[in-house]
């Protein structure tokens, strides 16, 4: 467990105060931070969050190299699997009482007197999150920095219990033989010989174009069919209609174009997804006033037929085609 301690250089004399306040409120309360890093569902796109302490070194290594020099600060050349930091907590709660649920949302502001590193990482498979009195609780905005306060406030929400699910904390929690999804996204993230193709809502963080994700309105997955077919095992197997919108970014017209066709011959060759409309290419506008620009984004919709069993078939040939490539090397040192 590694501590993360006060700094050796002097604070002002309004930070020192604001300090002692801080560590008087808190209690010199310590809160500890587990890592957990970021596991993505190879069947469809479904992401998960592991407890590093379920990892061995290697594999949070193989994530976390590229952010090697931030975490030399700490003196390792992996990020450590526990912290702890001295702060205060300040919390509150709303109770919403919604169609499908009942459940309360934790508000929470950390402050701590010095800057937490690990918070700042670029690097988005690595997340560190807190327990306090028996919640865990994680972080989405660092903000309200004054230097001459020297004070680092950290804003986010207890996990939902919703979302407790995706937080990994025994290896019997996931399972990576299951789809999660019930529509067709598994085929379409297949047909990624452009660019890569992520699940809407799942785009990992900061991504250079180009890439594209793919949406499926929930009420947009419809029956074709009367009743499903059972076959002897009783799983049924049904024909429905998606309506699918793929958004491009950092895409050309001649790209785009080629993508279309390929989805359309993609659709005469297997016979996987019939398409029920003509898609067109569509531009979008996304701005930045800082630079006076817009991003190179497109969208493409397409309402498709499929048999549901046909995705999760697709989505288990993916696992059965899967290799790798050993490559000797030297272990990386972990000091």
């Known amino acids: 467990m590694a501590t993360v301690g006060e700094t050796s250089t002097a604070k002002p004399q309004l930070a020192a105060g604001l300090t002692e306040g801080i560590q008087t409120l808190a209690n010199n309360e310590l809160v500890t931070f587990t890592l957990y890093v970021r596991v993505v569902l190879p069947l469809d796109g479904y992401v998960y969050w592991v407890n590093a302490h ?46 499908e649920r009942t459940t309360a949302y934790n508000h929470v502001v950390f402050t701590s007197p010095q800057l937490i590193q690990d918070f700042n990482l670029t690097n988005p498979h690595l997340l560190y999150i807190a327990t306090y009195e028996q919640n865990q609780f994680a972080f989405s905005r660092h903000d309200n920095y004054f230097k001459q306060a020297d004070l680092y406030h950290y804003r986010g929400d207890a996990v939902y219990s919703i979302m407790q699910t995706q937080l990994i904390n025994t290896s019997t929690d996931i399972n990576y033989d299951d ?81 279309a066709n390929y989805v359309f011959q ?36 397409f309402e498709v037929s499929y048999y549901q069993t046909t995705a999760n078939d697709i989505a288990r040939k993916i696992i059965e085609s899967a290799f790798i ?8 040192e972990l000091v």
């Open 266 to 301: 993609y659709s005469i060759n297997t016979d996987n997804i019939g398409l029920m409309n003509m898609p067109v290419i569509q531009d979008e506008h996304h701005t930045q006033p800082e630079l006076g620009v817009i991003a190179m984004k497109k969208t493409i919709t």
């Open 54 to 99: 379920l990892l061995n070194d290697s594999a949070i290594y193989n994530v976390a190299i590229l952010n090697v020099a931030e975490y030399n600060v700490l003196g390792n050349k992996i990020p450590p699997k526990t912290i702890t930091v001295n702060g205060s907590f300040h919390y509150s709660a709303e109770l919403h009482q919604l169609e």
């Open 179 to 259: 789809l999660v999804v019930s529509n067709s996204l598994p085929i379409w993230l297949t047909l990624n010989e452009y660019f890569p193709m992520y699940p809407s809502y799942l785009v990992p963080q900061n991504l250079k174009p180009p890439f594209a994700s793919v949406d499926i309105e929930p009420r947009d997955t419809t029956a074709l069919q009367a009743f499903p077919l059972l076959d002897i095992n009783s799983t049924p197997n049904q024909l429905v209609h998606d309506k699918v919108k793929i958004t491009m970014f950092g895409i050309k017209n001649h790209n785009a174009l080629n993508f």
């Open 325 to 332: 490539t050993l490559t000797p090397s030297n272990t990386p």
